[in-house]
């Protein structure tokens, strides 16, 4: 008897179930009867599935409807259509058709439900409340499962209304139970060959029968020897939802969990991939390949992140399982690289260029092209020297911290540099080169059509040809025909060569006696003086305006006319304070020119030619009207002379040794005061 009441209670069910979930619609199309359906069932259309009883039909004087069943797709369906989109989004991970999912989605609309739970210590019964426009519980539903359940005695409807009407969502108690031997809920535990994972599967109880409490399958559990990882939670849930018949894991131990790996975080590029930036206008310049990453001293090139220990696991036994230790990655200093003494950080020892390779971070100071300079090496910016096998084609350019080396020629392209620049072949630079070197000398085989420009000399072994130099100490051109034509050349100290100009009379300008760049900066500040001057005129004047105005009418002048004079005597002063620092900074410089002026000379060893012009200091320039042989031009109570060419360099170097002389003898001491002379031993 009591066997067919559970069937009849589980029949009922299904078919409560299937009435309620089920629909049978006539509609003129499918997409119409799913409609219907959707409006019936109060469920999306895509949650919806149907099977067609009798397929319409429509002629010119006929039609039938068509007569489908609907029903809501089961959740583990509707699921498992997004395997596909799991496959490639997550590599079929299954994160997207996780069951799991469903619980954090919020229906709209859903029926009210409740549970019965027939306890030792009585019956309780758990209302919960319908959501949006779902269906409530009724007291008989309730009343109709109490008897299927075999409940007895049976509460009073009464009590059974009562907590009907609450929707609590808590389990109420309704009264006494008399439990029926035999007939409660069974439970078996399984536990996985590992030791890690324990199992419960529980049957539902027979009509008059026990509903299994948490502290049934804990007890389960502890019969099994199982004293770690029990899962309480998951163990009422699971039997507050009534899942019966199949596995639920009730039980986990903690697997071990093996440390993380060291590893090492580059703050550098290790791998010269090619890296093109676009301008504001969307263009590329091809040339910018910043194949190139340059680090400064004690810069931070990589850090180790140390091995992480591993963490121990244990079973559902409570005995420990033994974890893995991450495996340690050495970092290694490489040249021109400092290691800290815990071996952790790698940083800088000198300038250069981060080169990576045999798994050690190295820093050259020297980068090295083994060919030419083109859209294969993009430009070249380095912190550090630069040594170019070959040539630098046209419009490329090389910025270095250190030196430069061209084994080849330099076509029309800009180098620049902090220290020396050596061509050796020469520059053909079409009147667009630039060679310029802050903090070094020039050094060319040839050099023609370019603007040239450093600190210190510029020498050079054939020809400066219609070119503009400018060298802060000397101009050398002392090859075997050696000689200079055309362009504007300036020096600090001197200009050499072995012949000036040319038989065409090719305009030659030669200046020496002021160093070029110091002469810049000398017109920048009176130009800048000369600029702050002009604003301060203006501001002067507008301030007597204003001036004017306050003793004309001093009624009208108003606390915004007194700001605005404020604003204009501050102004004002401001300017007459920054036009003092220039008069400062002019008057050092063109007293250091005053000094240094008298040393500019100009030497040719063979010939100048007509149509060169000399000028040293501020004196009336020198123009070559007739062919000159072997002189020497330079500086005299103002005026330029000339006198017979000797080689200014040879006459340094003895002018240096002589100077070590006399300071020699100054330092000895007096013999006068030591040895008696020869007459003085003879007058004895």
């Known amino acids: ?154 509460p009073s409807q009464a009590k059974v209304a009562e907590v009907v009407q609450a929707m609590s969502g808590e389990y109420e108690r309704l009264g006494d139970t008399k439990l029926k031997p035999f007939a409660e809920s069974q439970i078996k535990i399984e536990i996985s060959q590992d030791k890690m994972k324990a199992y419960a599967t529980i049957t539902p109880p027979k009509p008059g029968g026990r509903d299994l409490e948490v502290q049934d399958v804990i007890y389960e559990l502890k019969k099994e020897d199982v004293a770690y990882g029990i899962k309480e939670d998951d163990i009422r849930k699971a039997l507050d939802k009534e899942i019966y018949n199949e596995p639920i894991l009730i039980a986990a131990g903690d697997p071990p969990i093996k440390g993380n790996d060291a590893k090492i975080v580059y703050h550098v590029r290790i791998e010269k991939n090619v890296v093109l930036k676009e301008d504001e ?32 696991g244990r079973d559902l036994f409570n005995q420990p399982i033994e974890a893995k230790d991450g495996a340690d990655v050495p970092l290694l200093a490489g040249k021109g690289t400092i290691l800290s003494e815990d071996g952790t950080k790698l940083t800088a020892e000198v300038n250069g260029q981060v080169v990576f390779y ?56 800009t180098i620049e540099a902090d220290g020396e620049i050596i061509i050796r072949q020469g520059v053909t630079g079409r009147n667009e080169a630039k060679i310029i ?39 050398v051109c002392n090859g075997k025909k050696a000689y200079i034509v055309g362009g504007v050349l300036r020096a600090g100290r001197l200009v050499l060569a072995k012949n000036i100009g040319s038989k065409a009379y090719t305009q030659t300008m030669v200046v020496v006696g002021l160093n070029p760049k110091l002469s810049k900066q000398l017109e920048d500040y009176q130009d800048k003086r000369m600029e702050s001057a002009m604003k301060k005129d203006q501001l002067t004047k507008t301030l007597n305006t204003v001036y004017a105005r306050r003793d004309a009418d001093p009624a009208s002048f108003t606390e915004e006319n007194r700001e605005y004079m404020e604003k204009l005597e501050a102004g004002i002063k401001k300017l007459e304070k920054r036009i003092k620092e220039y008069d400062k900074e002019i008057q050092t410089l063109q007293t250091y020119l005053e000094q240094t002026s008298q040393m500019g000379k100009v030497c040719f060893e063979k010939k100048m030619y007509p149509g060169v012009t000399v000028a040293i200091k501020n004196a009336e320039p020198f123009i070559c009207k007739n062919e000159l042989q072997a002189k020497t031009l330079f500086l005299e109570n103002d005026k330029i002379k000339q006198k017979k060419y000797t080689n200014p360099e040879l006459e340094e170097e003895e002018l240096k040794k002589a100077a070590k002389r006399s300071q020699a003898q100054a330092q000895a001491p007096s013999q006068s005061t030591t040895t008696p002379s020869v007459n003085e031993k003879k007058k004895a």
Do not use: W
């Open 437 to 475: 070197s802050t903090n070094g000398n020039i050094i060319a085989r040839f050099i023609q059509d370019a603007i040239v420009i450093t600190d210190k000399d510029v020498i050079v072994q054939e020809v400066i040809m219609n070119s503009q130099v400018s060298a802060g100490g000397k101009i």
């Open 358 to 413: 045999d798994g050690r971070i190295n820093v050259e100071t020297v980068y090295k092209v083994n060919g030419d300079v083109n859209m294969r090496t993009g430009n070249i910016n380095f912190l550090g020297s630069v040594v170019i096998t070959g040539n630098v084609e046209d419009n490329f350019q090389i910025k270095a911290s250190g030196n430069v080396e061209v084994y080849g020629t330099v076509q029309k392209a």
């Open 1 to 154: 008897m009591d066997k067919l009441k559970s069937l009849l209670y589980e029949e009922e069910a299904k078919m409560d179930k299937d009435e309620l979930e089920k629909v049978e619609v006539l509609g003129d199309s499918i997409d119409e009867c799913l409609r219907l359906a959707s409006i019936h069932l109060k469920k999306p259309i895509h949650e919806l599935d149907y099977t067609v009883l009798k397929r319409g039909k429509k002629s010119l004087f006929f039609s039938e409807p068509f007569h489908i069943r609907v029903f809501p797709i089961d959740p583990s369906e509707m699921l498992s259509e997004l395997a596909d989109l799991d496959q490639k989004l997550t590599g079929g991970t299954g994160k997207l058709t996780d069951k799991s999912l469903q619980e954090l989605i919020e229906p709209k609309d859903m029926d009210g439900y409740f549970r019965i739970k027939n306890y030792r210590h009585g019956v309780y019964l758990a209302v919960f409340p319908p959501i949006g426009n779902g269906k409530p519980v009724r007291t008989e539903d309730v009343i109709k499962k109490l008897n299927i359940r075999g409940i007895s005695p049976m």
């Open 281 to 312: 206008h969307g263009r590329v310049d091809f040339k910018e390949l910043n194949l190139i990453e340059n680090v400064v001293v004690g810069q931070l090139l990589a850090e180790k992140v140390p091995a992480e220990k591993g963490k121990y």
